[in-house]
């Protein structure tokens, strides 16, 4: 599975925007991008998937770049309880398998 | 939908004696089941991946005679960890795919083993 690579930790203010970017410049045509949240001492949860349209759900959007090297999770309007580490994952079509690497630990500032 | 639950929450046990961990999937069938070890501070390791009613397929790394997993029906998998020690000590989590949906993974809230 392609690696990808997150920054080790932002900051966002509340009720703004967070934009956590990925990249993945090795991610070849089958493999899709997937981003999951884990808040401290907790089971990571599901956020959104995405192959190369861009993607919008309930708790967030993914958008991926044309070439499908990057790609930006916004949380439209960021609350306390979105802090967390955000981990972007690619994942092989057929390939079950999560590789989590280190991601981002996002803290919202009241 | 697609509650997973892990129990026990958290457990104590002696270094040398055998600690089980049971992982359900509440309200759906789960065609996989997979198994993660979390220390504190690192990120999510996986160890392995069990299908109903097949052996387990371990990750490099992992010894599986130290590490038994029996996933028994569709809704259950079980951890062991055997003659634990104290560097068995870990946040360890599993998940489950969907039948018929196996892309997402639905992840319980981790059991803390503390072996002392």
């Given at each position: 599975?392609a690696?990808?690579?997150?920054?080790?930790?932002m900051?966002c203010?509340?009720?703004r925007a967070?934009n956590?970017?990925?990249?993945?410049?090795?991610?070849s045509?089958n493999?899709?991008?997937?981003?999951?949240?884990q808040i401290?001492?907790?089971?990571p949860?599901?956020?959104?998937h995405?192959?190369?349209?861009n993607e919008?759900?309930?708790?967030a959007?993914?958008?991926?770049?044309?070439d499908?090297?990057?790609s930006?999770?916004?949380?439209?309007?960021?609350?306390?309880?979105?802090?967390?580490?955000y981990?972007?994952?690619?994942?092989?079509?057929?390939?079950e398998?999560l590789?989590?690497g280190?991601?981002t630990?996002?803290?919202?500032?009241p | 939908?697609?509650v997973?639950?892990?129990?026990?929450?958290?457990v104590?046990?002696k270094?040398?004696?055998?600690?089980?961990?049971?992982c359900r999937s509440?309200?759906f069938q789960?065609t996989t089941m997979?198994?993660?070890r979390?220390?504190?501070?690192?990120?999510l390791m996986?160890?392995?991946?069990?299908?109903?009613?097949s052996?387990?397929?371990y990750?490099?790394g992992?010894e599986?005679d130290?590490?038994?997993?029996?996933?028994?029906s569709?809704?259950?998998?079980?951890l062991?960890v055997?003659?634990?020690?104290?560097?068995?000590?870990?946040?360890?989590?599993?998940?489950?795919?969907?039948l018929a949906?196996?892309?997402?993974?639905y992840?319980g809230p981790g059991?803390r083993?503390?072996?002392?």
């Amino acid at each position: 599975d392609a690696k990808t690579t997150q920054p080790p930790s932002m900051d966002c203010a509340e009720g703004r925007a967070a934009n956590l970017p990925c990249n993945h410049s090795t991610i070849s045509g089958n493999e899709y991008v997937y981003w999951y949240r884990q808040i401290h001492s907790q089971g990571p949860q599901y956020i959104i998937h995405g192959l190369k349209n861009n993607e919008t759900n309930e708790m967030a959007s993914l958008i991926i770049t044309e070439d499908r090297k990057s790609s930006t999770l916004i949380l439209p309007h960021a609350t306390l309880r979105d802090t967390a580490v955000y981990y972007c994952i690619v994942v092989n079509f057929g390939n079950e398998k999560l590789t989590f690497g280190t991601g981002t630990r996002l803290t919202i500032i009241p | 939908g697609a509650v997973v639950s892990q129990h026990p929450s958290w457990v104590i046990c002696k270094s040398g004696t055998s600690v089980k961990i049971e992982c359900r999937s509440l309200d759906f069938q789960a065609t996989t089941m997979f198994w993660y070890r979390q220390f504190p501070k690192q990120s999510l390791m996986l160890m392995a991946t069990s299908n109903e009613g097949s052996k387990a397929t371990y990750e490099q790394g992992v010894e599986k005679d130290k590490f038994l997993i029996n996933h028994a029906s569709l809704t259950l998998s079980t951890l062991t960890v055997t003659s634990a020690h104290p560097e068995d000590s870990s946040f360890y989590i599993c998940s489950a795919t969907r039948l018929a949906e196996t892309r997402e993974q639905y992840f319980g809230p981790g059991t803390r083993l503390t072996v002392t």
